[in-house]
């Protein structure tokens, strides 16, 4: 059974950081893409950053600059580092694993869902 549990969410102020984690089990990790989505109130949800299976990073332009993903091997975890942060990036954050595809940013590609974690940055 895959299971992907994030962790690390919070309030903090604008200009701020925080890192979130995904611990990810019951998959091979070194053969997934694992990528970050993130859905804010009434708005669908969207492509944050992928650490693809072969080690490339990928970004949205809203997040290039500031956010940074990272795997921990040995405890197959994926890591968003989150710099400077703006209140436009308050959201709930997914972590999600994609099986050695090419479909990174888009939601559809992805075949396993974490719960989410909730990201608040005050203005």
């Known amino acids: 059974q895959v299971q992907l549990i994030e962790s690390g969410g919070g309030l903090v102020q604008a200009g701020g950081s925080l890192r979130l984690s995904c611990a990810a089990s019951?998959?091979?990790?070194?053969?997934?893409?694992m990528g970050w989505f993130r859905q804010a109130p009434g708005k669908e949800r969207e492509f944050v950053g992928v650490?693809?299976?072969?080690?490339?990073?990928i970004y949205a332009d809203s997040v290039k600059g500031r956010f940074t993903i990272t795997r921990g091997y040995a405890k197959n975890t994926v890591f968003l580092q989150m710099n400077s942060l703006k209140p436009e990036d308050t959201a709930v954050y997914y972590c999600a694993a994609e099986f050695r595809n090419t479909e990174w940013t888009s939601a559809k590609g992805y075949d396993y869902w974490g719960q989410g974690t909730q990201v608040t940055v005050s203005s």
């Open positions: 019951g998959l091979t990790f070194t053969d997934y893409s």
């Open positions: 650490i693809t299976w072969t080690g490339s990073s």
